[in-house]
T-cell receptor, first 111, second 118 residues
């Protein structure tokens, strides 16, 4: 699986958009970008994933650059409950593939 | 929405004792996983399980660990003789069967069992 680089921490004001960047310059053509988050020692929670097109669901939007070397997770209106560690993971689909977690970005939403 | 559940939420045991951590994966899922997270550290993969056998295991998953799917709904992790360093959060995850575009590979995690070895 390709390596990812994320800032260790970020702050965001409540109600504003949180934009979490991720670099994955060694991503290969068949690897997907996944985002998970972990709220204070709870189980990791799936947020969104994509291959090359931008994706949106009820939780977030995922913007992947045209060259696929980086992506941004957008939480459109951050709330205090969005305070968590956010993990950007690049991996091949299918098979028994485990999820390999890095240290992620600690997002602190400030009132 | 269906969820992965785990019991107990907190398990305290004495060093050398056996523990069994239980998980109920999402009902139509056929791929199962255990991960652990030592306090302040990354989430680490332990083992994956499919078709009643281990498909992959990490170096952490030594002979002290075993997994089982004893019936159609439960998935268990057994630690035969616990050590102090086994103290961690243990997360179960499950994944759908292949064949559905887009969501075939997403793993869904349970809330975890906090294991404390004294």
């Amino acid at each position: 699986d390709a390596k990812t680089t994320q800032p260790p921490s970020m702050d965001c004001a409540e109600g504003r958009a949180a934009n979490l960047p991720c670099n994955h310059s060694t991503i290969s053509g068949n690897e997907y970008v996944y985002w998970y988050r972990q709220i204070h020692s709870q189980g990791p929670q799936y947020i969104i994933h994509g291959l090359k097109n931008n994706e949106t669901n009820e939780m977030a939007s995922l913007i992947i650059t045209e060259d696929r070397k980086s992506s941004t997770l957008i939480l459109p209106h951050a709330t205090l409950r969005d305070t968590a560690v956010y993990y950007c993971i690049v991996r091949f689909p299918g098979g028994y593939q485990k999820v390999t977690f890095g240290i992620g970005t600690k997002l602190q939403v400030i009132p | 929405e269906p969820e992965v559940t785990q019991t107990p939420s907190h398990q305290v045991t004495q060093m050398g004792q056996e523990v069994i951590l239980r998980c109920v994966p999402i009902s139509n899922h056929l791929y199962f996983y255990w991960y652990r997270q030592i306090l302040g550290q990354k989430v680490e993969f332990l083992v994956s399980f499919y078709n009643n056998e281990i498909s992959e295991k990490s170096e952490i998953f030594d002979d002290q660990f075993s997994v089982e799917r004893p019936d159609g709904s439960n998935f268990t992790l057994k630690i035969r003789s616990t050590k102090l360093e086994d103290s961690a959060m243990y997360f179960c995850a499950s994944r759908e069967t292949p064949g559905r575009e887009g969501r075939t590979d997403t793993q869904y995690f349970g809330p975890g069992t906090r294991l404390t070895v004294l």
